[in-house]
């Protein structure tokens, strides 16, 4: 079992940065891969971005060049940097750990773009 939880989200104006923090219960073990997940009213959860146990990284092309997935493991904390916030970026942000074939997830920050 691992337990996660998320912070950092909030309401920042088009063009602003955020950074959403993603703690977990413990470290992560090969094959793994940590990543965030968004869900805008209406829509489909979809995929932001993804780090692999060995350091490799994943973005949505959507997100490419605005947002950076990194993680400290002396933490087990996950961070997704996100600069040139568009509207179109407002959705709820979940934080998830693949282990095997489970999928654990966090109960998810709100961010909201708008002026």
């Known amino acids: 079992q691992v337990q996660i939880v998320e912070s950092g989200g909030g309401l920042v104006q088009p063009g602003g940065s955020l950074r959403l923090s993603c703690a977990t219960s413990g470290s992560m073990r090969y094959g793994d891969f940590m990543g965030w997940y968004r869900q805008a009213p209406g829509k489909q959860r979809e995929s932001v971005a993804i780090?692999?146990?060995?350091?490799?990284?994943s973005y949505a092309d959507s997100v490419k060049g605005r947002f950076t997935i990194s993680r400290d493991n002396a933490k087990n904390t996950a961070y997704l940097q996100m600069t040139s916030l568009e509207p179109e970026d407002t959705a709820v942000y979940y934080c998830?750990?693949?282990?095997?074939?489970?999928?654990?997830w966090g109960q998810g920050t709100q961010v909201t773009v708008s002026s």
């Open positions: 998830t750990v693949r282990r095997g074939l489970q999928n654990y």
């Open positions: 780090i692999f146990s060995g350091g490799g990284k």
